[in-house]
T-cell receptor, first 113, second 115 residues
Framework: DAGVIQSPRHEVTEMGQEVTLRCKPI?????LFWYRQTMMRGLELLIYFNNNVPIDDSGMPEDRFSAKMPNASFSTLKIQPSEPRDSAVYFC???????????FGEGSWLTVV | AQTVTQSQPEMSVQEAETVTLSCTYD???????LFWYKQPPSRQMILVIRQEAYKQQNATENRFSVNFQKAAKSFSLKISDSQLGDAAMYFCAYRPNFGNEKLTFGTGTRLTIIP
């Protein structure tokens, strides 16, 4: 079975550019999560959706970050404009429903120079 | 707020030996889940094992087992017969069963396997 699919796997961009990270959750899963991993802060939840509706976005660092889930099989995390401190690995994860295990994608490694 | 503490930044073990990774957590909830995730150099987060707080029996998955002490809020991971492929960062994580269901992670333990 296909797992959570993220793209791109790696991206290097210049400061000020827009970055869009994409995620396809596991088919049938109705919860989707965006996490960020840095050396300084570890793994942090940025936002999560239930049934395509954002439930908790308190982890989104600032207005430069936005996330959408237009349908059950696709989500985006956008950073505009990007800054060097946004450099991190961004994970998307999905879950079948409450009480079920969260499965992670392979991550998108973002470097902003 | 829930917190997860992994007090061992690094651990090493001889191949084929047994190693235990420590994790403690703080919560006022009574119903929750605990997890151990493995992150190899590829960076993917892989679920190793999960424990439901209402279950007294410790979870086991092949060479991986946990020692769940609910009163002490302790959740250690034991890896038996360590293999070179076990080398990775290991993260302990907590999630409440109700309300905000976000995973809270510890800071991780880097496990090295010595051939």
């Amino acid at each position: 079975d296909a797992g959570v699919i993220q793209s791109p796997r790696h991206e290097v961009t210049e400061m000020g550019q827009e970055v869009t990270l994409r995620c396809k959750p596991i088919s049938g899963h109705n919860s989707l999560f965006w996490y960020r991993q840095t050396m300084m802060r570890g793994l942090e939840l940025l936002i999560y959706f239930n049934n395509n509706v954002p439930i908790d976005d308190s982890g989104m660092p600032e207005d430069r970050f936005s996330a959408k889930m237009p349908n059950a099989s696709f989500s985006t995390l956008k950073i505009q404009p990007s800054e060097p401190r946004d450099s991190a690995v961004y994970f998307c994860a999905s879950r079948l429903g409450p009480g079920n295990t969260i499965y992670f994608g392979e991550g998108s490694w973002l470097t902003v120079v | 707020a829930q917190t997860v503490t992994q007090s061992q930044p690094e651990m090493s073990v001889q191949e084929a030996e047994t190693v235990t990774l420590s994790c403690t957590y703080d919560t006022s909830e009574s119903d929750y889940y605990l997890f151990w995730y493995k992150q190899p150099p590829s960076r993917q987060m892989i679920l190793v094992i999960r424990q439901e707080a209402y279950k007294q029996q410790n979870a086991t998955e092949n060479r991986f087992s946990v020692n769940f002490q609910k009163a002490a809020k302790s959740f250690s991971l034991k890896i038996s017969d360590s293999q070179l492929g076990d080398a990775a960062m290991y993260f302990c994580a907590y999630r409440p069963n109700f309300g905000n269901e976000k995973l809270t992670f510890g800071t991780g333990t880097r496990l090295t396997i010595i051939p």
